[in-house]
């Protein structure tokens, strides 16, 4: 007998049969690929409505000289050849270089520092916790306007406060003054983003095994021991994301500028993304504000790349 007749009736032999007489098909128990495609079709298509069409429509309105109100008319490359001598949108990034600088990692500190304080399951961290991530469920743009009223000269808190205490006279216009606008921002920020941070830390704090610190405290390692060999090392992955989310949140930074310093005095706290605001919906130059923002998408992505590779575990 041949080969092939030999596997032939191997086959017949093994195949489940039909009441009918006849060889029934065997069934997968997965689903079958149209299953999957109608389950992820919904989030594909509003990918494809609200992410994609728009990013395609926009690279299309950067080749144009799009005034926003009168006739569109097809501008090439000018626009991105512009951003070369555009020496505003030059100061905007450095100075969006600066603020990210300033505030990446207090962030990150305090947020490493809160996490720490509530990881631990004992009376009363429930609350502490919700007291401690509060500052960043409100939004910045409730914090911004609080903060306009308590920074006026004469009148607000603040002023006050140290008006109290003998360090100013009470009469600091700090929002008028590009340092001082930098300095409350950013102190702002440093209060009220962190929680997100906590949040995140925490549950990586969590997830490591009460039996590994145990081990730890037999062999007589202290607290920093435990923190610097144990914690760090596990939460590598839970920084790493902390960090990228903070600078792309940086990077993108508008509303607490936009409620404080409008970007004055001047453009001295003038962040890129206040900066395409300004040129698109202030000077009504709609195509070259978003040849910015492609630009500035572009070097976010390219930023966050960079972040990944070199916060990414080495084997």
């Not at 925490?202 to 390692?221: C, F, R, W």
């Not at 940086?250 to 500028?257: I, P, V």
């Amino acid at each position: 007998m041949s080969s092939s007749a030999t596997t032939s009736a191997v086959s017949t032999a093994v195949a489940p049969v039909a009441a009918d007489g006849g060889t029934r098909r065997h069934h997968s128990l997965v689903h079958p690929p149209r299953t999957g495609l109608a389950l992820v079709a919904p989030a594909v298509i509003l990918v494809v409505v609200f992410a994609l069409v728009p990013l395609a429509f926009a690279l299309v309105i950067s080749f144009t000289s799009w005034p926003l109100i009168g006739t569109v008319e097809w501008a090439g490359l000018d626009n991105y050849v512009r951003l070369l001598s555009d020496e505003g949108f030059g100061r905007a990034i450095l100075y969006t270089l600066l603020y990210t600088a300033i505030v990446t990692g207090p962030i990150l500190l305090l947020g490493y520092a809160m996490a720490v304080l509530v990881r631990a399951r004992r009376r009363g961290v429930a609350l502490l916790r919700t007291v401690l991530f509060l500052p960043y469920v409100v939004g910045l743009t409730t914090l911004s306007f609080m903060v306009v009223l308590e920074a006026q000269p004469g009148s607000g808190a603040l002023n006050l406060v140290l008006a109290a205490l003998g360090i100013t006279d009470g009469q600091t216009a700090w929002l008028v003054d590009g340092t001082l606008g930098t300095a409350l921002i950013c102190v702002l920020v440093i209060w009220a983003v962190p929680g997100l941070t906590m949040m995140l830390l925490m549950a990586g704090m969590q997830s490591i095994p009460s039996e590994v610190y145990e081990s730890a405290s037999l062999d007589g390692a202290g607290w920093w021991a435990k923190e610097l060999l144990i914690t760090l090392p596990q939460l590598r992955r839970s920084i790493a994301m902390c960090l990228i989310i903070s600078v792309i949140g940086s990077f993108l930074a508008f509303t607490q500028f936009y409620v404080l310093t409008k970007g004055g005095p001047g453009t001295e706290t003038t962040t890129v993304v206040q900066y395409i605001y300004n040129r698109g919906f202030i000077q009504l130059q709609l195509g070259s504000a978003t040849a910015l923002s492609i630009v500035l998408v572009v070097v976010v992505g390219l930023v966050t790349a960079l972040q990944f590779r070199l916060l990414r575990e080495k084997d």
